[in-house]
């Protein structure tokens, strides 16, 4: 078994070169989005937590992911069609810039989700 995680720093420390500065950027974007979550680590992945989790990211050798859960997926659908999807994961390509205004809506949106 790998290693497990027990900070986001730790989490960051291993990923391939080709990932390391986008995660560093969507980490930034979703602290920045909701500046009241605490950073976790769940499922072994960087995740931001209010009273639950809101979203989670990974870096990979090609892309971040990013975990905002399925509601949130089929709600910016529209806005997703350049990135490959899941139904729980976006993948976001590490050679292309990061769609920061896109990442903020959808971590506000998990936020007045939670609050509901």
Do not use: C
Request: proline share 6%; charged share 25%.
């Amino acid at each position: 078994m790998g290693t497990k995680f027990t900070t986001t720093d730790e989490y960051l420390a291993t990923l391939p070169e080709t990932s390391i500065d986008k995660a560093q950027e969507i980490r930034e974007i979703i602290r920045k989005a909701a500046p009241k979550a605490t950073e976790v680590i769940s499922y072994n992945i960087p995740a931001f937590k209010l009273n639950k989790v809101l979203v989670w990211f990974a870096g990979y050798k090609s892309h971040i992911g990013f975990y905002p859960g399925g509601a949130a997926i089929e709600i910016f659908q529209d806005d997703l069609t350049a990135y490959k999807t899941s139904k729980g994961a976006i993948q976001f390509p590490v050679d292309k810039p990061l769609p920061a205004a896109l990442i903020r809506k959808i971590v506000k949106y998990r936020v007045k989700a939670l609050a509901e």
